[in-house]
């Protein structure tokens, strides 16, 4: 019944960008501190930003501060993630992820989340 759907993801050049979208439905999604943690291959689970229930506090990984912009609409029940100056590190899935604790922010343990999306790959190549 719970669902995070993630989109938004392909291929694209080093510098390049995209907007990564994650649909829930099946919780109150509102109530969620909402998350975005991504997984490059033969690499364990990394966590990349986290926003708090109402938007206006946003946390990022070092590694993508300046870069990528998490945001949501509550509205439409739907997370997202701008992500510019794209690096060929940045190659991974992209998972969507809820908690309705704050503790998650840095956090790259899967245990620590309630809800999980199946995730959208991201590949940065030339």
């Known amino acids: 019944q719970v669902q995070l759907v993630e989109s938004g993801g392909g291929l694209v050049q080093p510098g390049g960008s995209l907007r990564l979208s994650c649909a829930a439905s099946g919780f109150t999604f509102s109530s969620y501190y909402m998350s975005w943690v991504r997984q490059a291959p033969g690499k364990g689970p990394e966590w990349v930003s986290t926003?708090?229930?109402?938007?206006?506090?946003?946390r990022y990984a070092d590694s993508v501060k300046g870069r990528f912009t998490i945001s949501r609409d509550n509205a439409k029940n739907t997370l997202y993630l701008q992500m510019n100056s794209l690096k060929p590190e940045d190659t991974a899935l992209y998972y969507c992820?809820?908690?309705?604790?704050?503790?998650?922010?840095?956090?790259?343990?899967?245990?620590?989340?309630?809800?999980w999306g199946q995730g959208t790959q991201v590949t940065v190549s030339s």
């Open positions: 992820a809820g908690s309705t604790l704050n503790t998650i922010v840095g956090t790259s343990l899967k245990y620590e989340y309630d809800y």
């Open positions: 926003i708090n229930t109402g938007g206006g506090s946003t």
